[in-house]
């Protein structure tokens, strides 16, 4: 059964860090384009960082410079460390596994997605 299990969300002081994680199962991340979204209630769902299998990664927007996607092949996880973190990054996460058929990036389709886990920024 394909999954993806995030962890790691909670509240955090501005100008903090978190680092969130995606368990996946079911298949291996080291194969796939992975990625993060987040989405705000009553807002569109926003890509934040993608990754392919070859490790190339690419951080978008407000994350850029901010965040950071990694992932770990031997615990088959997916990492989004997240620095200077804002009351405007108060949202909720998800992790993502991305079709490769036109390329690994956040406008390729999402195949399966995370429950999600909130963050929650406070100042």
């Known amino acids: 059964q394909v999954q993806l299990v995030e962890s790691g969300g909670g509240s955090v002081q501005a100008g903090g860090s978190l680092t969130l994680s995606c368990a996946a199962s079911g298949f291996s991340v080291a194969t796939h384009c992975m990625g993060w979204f987040r989405q705000v209630p009553g807002k569109e769902r926003e890509g934040l960082a993608v990754?392919?299998?070859?490790?190339?990664?690419a951080v978008v927007g407000s994350a850029k410079g901010r965040f950071t996607i990694s992932s770990d092949n031997a615990k088959n996880t997916l990492y989004l460390q997240m620095n200077s973190l804002t009351r405007e990054d108060t949202a909720m996460y998800y992790c993502?596994?991305?079709?490769?058929?036109?390329?690994?990036?956040?406008?390729?389709?999402?195949?399966?997605w995370g429950q999600g886990t909130q963050v929650t920024v406070s100042s």
């Open positions: 993502v596994a991305l079709s490769r058929i036109s390329g690994c990036s956040l406008r390729s389709r999402v195949v399966t």
């Open positions: 990754i392919d299998s070859d490790g190339r990664t």
